[in-house]
C-alpha cells in the first residue's frame, strides 16, 4: 500500500547550481512525524548543472522527491503551476532554489496549529534576510504587525507574507485560477494567491523565524533599476486590481487603492531620486516643488509609526 504524504513541498529553481542542494538538504532535514514529499520545478536552466544536481537528490530520495521532466523554459508562474498539480499533501509548502530553512521544526510547528485549528488555511511565519552582496543576515529581534485571521485589507496594500515561509490547505487551490493568471501575465504567484485565498479562510502569523530568504539587488521585486521596480510594481498593481472586481465589498473602496498604489509608485521614483518622472506618475505640485522634504517628512512619519508599534513590542510590516 502506497502512503500519501500529509505535506508536499514545491521547490522551484532556475541557474541555482551554488545554492540548491544546501535548499534541498534544509527541507530534508526537517524534523516531522508526518510524511512528506518534494516536488522539484527546475526551470530549464542555462547554467548546465542545476538540473544535474536536482537529479542526483531524486536518484538519491526517490521516495520523497519528484522532479519534473525536462521541458523548455515556463516561467515562473507556469513552472510553479504544474508543481501544484503533482502534489499529493493535505497541506502545501514552497521553497525556491537560493533559499533555506533553518528551522527544522518548521513543517511541525505549521502542521500541528492547522490541524488543530480548522478555521485557518494559510499559516506563515518570520524570517531571516541574507544580503547576497555583503553575506550578512537580518534577524528581525521584534514580532511584525501582520493581520490575523481576515487578511483582506491589508493584503491589498501589502504582501505582508514571505512566501516560502507559508503553508496553506491544498483545497484552496480551488479559488486559484493560474491558466487565467498565466494570460493575464501576473507576475507574481504568491499575492495572486493570498488575494484569492483571503475571502475563504484565516491566516495566522508565527513569531518565529523559520527560512531565511536571500535578498539579492537583481531580483524583481528588490531591483537596484528604478524602470524594473517601477514595473514589478505595476505588476504587483494589476493583480490588486484584478481581485478588487471580484471581492467587493470586502476589498478596501477603489479610490482607496488607486491613492495607495500612486502613492507607491511615487515612493519608489523618490527613493532613487528620479525627480523628473514625478509628474509623469501624478505626483502633486508640492511633492513635485519640494521632493526630497517630502520625502524626509513621510520617513519621519513612518519612524513614529515604528516606534509606536515597537512600544508595543511589535515591528511593522511596511519593512519587508
Known amino acids: 500500500m502506497i502512503e500519501v504524504p500529509l505535506i508536499s513541498i514545491v521547490v522551484i529553481c532556475y541557474n541555482q547550481q551554488e545554492t540548491i542542494a544546501r535548499t534541498l538538504d534544509s527541507i530534508l532535514a526537517q524534523k516531522t512525524k508526518y510524511l512528506f514529499e518534494i516536488i522539484i520545478g527546475e526551470d530549464a536552466s542555462t547554467d548546465g548543472y542545476t538540473r544535474l544536481v536536482c537529479n542526483e537528490y531524486a536518484l538519491k530520495f526517490p521516495k520523497i522527491i519528484k522532479l519534473l521532466p525536462a521541458a523548455p523554459n515556463k516561467g515562473l508562474m507556469k513552472n510553479y503551476s504544474d508543481c501544484l498539480k503533482e502534489c499529493r499533501g493535505k497541506y502545501i509548502a514552497t521553497c525556491t532554489g537560493d533559499d533555506w530553512w533553518h528551522n527544522p521544526n518548521k513543517l511541525q510547528l505549521q502542521v500541528d496549529f492547522l490541524e488543530q485549528h ?51 490547505r491544498k483545497d484552496l487551490l480551488q479559488y486559484a485560477n493560474f491558466e487565467e493568471w498565466i494570460k493575464l501575465g501576473f507576475v ?100 513635485r516643488l519640494l521632493p526630497y522634504h517630502y520625502y524626509i517628512f513621510s520617513r519621519i512619519l513612518l519612524k513614529v509609526k515604528t516606534i509606536r508599534l515597537r512600544s508595543k513590542g511589535k515591528t511593522s510590516i511596511e519593512f519587508m
Request: glycine share 2%; aromatic share 16%.
Open 118 to 168: 480548522p478555521q485557518y488555511g494559510v499559516v506563515h511565519t518570520e524570517a531571516d534576510i541574507y544580503n547576497t552582496v555583503t553575506k550578512e543576515t537580518y534577524q528581525n529581534r521584534l514580532p511584525r504587525n501582520c493581520p490575523e485571521g481576515n487578511a483582506v485589507e491589508t493584503m491589498f496594500k501589502i504582501n505582508f507574507i514571505y512566501a516560502i515561509s507559508a503553508m496553506f
Open 188 to 287: 507574481a504567484e504568491d499575492h495572486a494567491m493570498w488575494l484569492a485565498f483571503a475571502p475563504h479562510t484565516s491566516f495566522h502569523y508565527m513569531p518565529v523565524s523559520t527560512i531565511t530568504y536571500s535578498s539579492s539587488p537583481e531580483s524583481a521585486s528588490r531591483s537596484t533599476s528604478l524602470d524594473k521596480r517601477l514595473k514589478f510594481i505595476k505588476g504587483i498593481c494589476s493583480i490588486q486590481l484584478y481581485f478588487y472586481q471580484s471581492q467587493l465589498p470586502q476589498a478596501p473602496s477603489y479610490r482607496s487603492l488607486i491613492l495607495f498604489q500612486k502613492k507607491w509608485l511615487i515612493h519608489e521614483i523618490l527613493v532613487k531620486k528620479d525627480y523628473p518622472r514625478l509628474k509623469e506618475y501624478g505626483a502633486s505640485f508640492f511633492v
